[in-house]
């Protein structure tokens, strides 16, 4: 959708909105917004009422889709209809792709909240049903809604650049670790990494996403057997002969992005001995921990109070683990091993001071040899790259800001990136809209926001009109796809591969056997729907 196709759609959007608004200014009543400032319903409320409801279309079903989708149903009330389309065969994004298996107590409510959504009369939610790409083009989304909201997360990871990064074997970004140890169906064929190549396992970063993957290789797998995780994924995990892995900080210690929380966990994993390196401060370290967040002082005293333990080794029938924390390191080369060439082996680590102003202070490298700082060369037979997920390009129709990967925008309004325009009638919101930062909660916050800024859009007349209104907008979306060769599936399909899924999972003694081949999944939909 262009900024010219939005300008020139804009007088008729106000003309229908206004002849609308006398049409309904009766039906306020009947949506009136209980949250609403004193004086009662919205103005948009008159627009849009239960006959002639608000048609929003959300793309991405993960959190910061379906919060979109739970305040415009609390917004609107029944003024609304809401279509969700997920690319997947299930919804969720990544409170089913993401979050660590042995953390189902965070993904559990999640999952049931949501999936209420789904059973709500004013939402449609159509699996399988991708947007941009050789999907449904969001030009054509805007010609069957008022509103597209961009829910499509940040698929993308930040690489390294390094030397033998993408030639090496054994060497992967967290992003395709996560997604394989969690059964996506496009990262499940097999594992990105051996398992069994070595005992060295070298994560760079040391956020929470740095702490799951190094969790799940120290921790004992066999009580991976009771989570949700894959059991072909739980075999690879019991087989592993990863026993000490390396978390590798660009900052000092002053700086740990990880929360306290998630660090206890592991530090606290039975026959797992810590030690850090790296860690002293000096004064403006000192001062930057002193005034930073409280929870980088939480993190730093855990860690500190872990390594300061005796080694545990023998503990365990000798089967020790070792964690090491080194911080002030950047990689700058992956190594081939001496046996095999096509092999990761060792990384070469390059030591970093921090420098700049208090409040923005960075990591910059210390070339080898000067203040008596030499590279480090740390064996590595698995190195996991985890310095963050990232956005990726949407749709041409879409703008997309390089430099943050996310899409622009001005309170969840999609932006025109040189003149700061809005787009009309198209939003944004989660980590395609902010980056990936956040935890599931923060999704809420900002779905809260873009829906406020949809609702002013709507206030102010600022929503095009859909041009096509002959059948409900999500059977055209289906017949697209369908044109397209798309299986979609309906949320009845989609329900029948949860319940399948289940069944599979309790038979095995576990909450769920995820279905981790597309083709499988697309098949048994069918089956059932057929049946
Ligand atoms: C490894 C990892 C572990 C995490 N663990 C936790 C945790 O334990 N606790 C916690 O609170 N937070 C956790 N988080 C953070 C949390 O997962 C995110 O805050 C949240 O998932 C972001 O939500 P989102 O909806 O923006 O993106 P996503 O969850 O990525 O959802 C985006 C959705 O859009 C869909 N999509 C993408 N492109 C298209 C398209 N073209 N057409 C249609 N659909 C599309 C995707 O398939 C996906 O379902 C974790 C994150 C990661 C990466």
Known sequence: MSV??????????????????????????????????QGGAHLQHRFFTPDSPLRVVVVGAGPAGCYTVDRLLHRYKDAVRVDLLERLPTPFGLVRFGVAPD???????????????FNDPRVTLLCGAPVGGGGVPVSQLGSLYHAVVLAVGAPGHK????????????????????????????????????????????????????????????RQAA??????????????????????????????????????????????????????????????DQNALEAGPRQHRRALEALLAAASHPPDAGAHGGDARTL???????PVECLPRAEDKQSVGAVRLRANKM????????????????????????????????????????????????????????????????????ISGLFTVGW??????GIIGTNLTCAEETVATLLAHADAGRLPEPSIRDCAPADRVAQILHALGVKVLTRDAWTKLDEA????????GKPREKMTSLSDMLAYAETCIKG
């Open 103 to 117: 953390h189902g107590a965070t993904s559990r409510p999640v999952v049931e909240r949501f999936t209420r959504l």
């Open 501 to 508: 899924e289940r069944a599979r999972g309790q038979a095995a």
């Open 223 to 284: 009580g991976l057997a009771a989570t949700d995780m894959p059991s072909p994924v739980v075999g690879a995990f019991v087989t592993s002969t990863i026993r000490h892995v390396t978390l590798v900080a660009r900052r000092s210690a002053a700086y740990v992005a990880a929360t306290p929380k998630e660090l206890r966990e592991v530090l606290h994993l039975p026959g797992v001995t810590c030690s850090v390196h790296n860690a002293e401060l000096d004064a403006d």
């Open 432 to 437: 395609a809209k902010r980056g990936a930062t």
């Open 159 to 218: 690489p390294l650049h390094i030397p033998g990064e993408s030639s090496l074997r054994n060497v992967c970004s967290a992003r395709d670790f996560v997604a394989w140890y969690n059964g996506h169906p496009e990262h499940s064929h097999s594992p990105p990494v051996d398992l069994k190549s070595g005992a060295h396992a070298v994560i760079i970063g040391f956020g929470n996403v740095a702490l799951d993957c190094a969790r799940l290789l120290l």
């Open 4 to 37: 010219q196709r939005a300008r020139t759609l804009l007088p008729t959007v106000w003309r229908a909105c206004t002849a609308h608004a006398q049409h309904c200014v009766h039906a306020s009543a009947l949506v009136t917004d209980t949250t609403a400032p």
């Open 355 to 422: 420098s700049g102003p208090p409040d923005r202070r960075v990591a910059r490298p210390v070339q080898p040899g000067a203040g008596g700082v030499e590279d480090d060369v740390l064996a590595a037979d698995v190195l996991l790259s985890s310095v963050g997920y990232a956005g990726l390009p949407f749709d041409s129709d879409v703008p997309f800001d390089a430099k943050s990967a996310t899409i622009p925008h001005a309170g969840g309004a999609v932006v025109h990136p040189d003149t700061g325009e809005p």
């Open 324 to 330: 090491r924390v080194v911080f002030l390191r950047s």
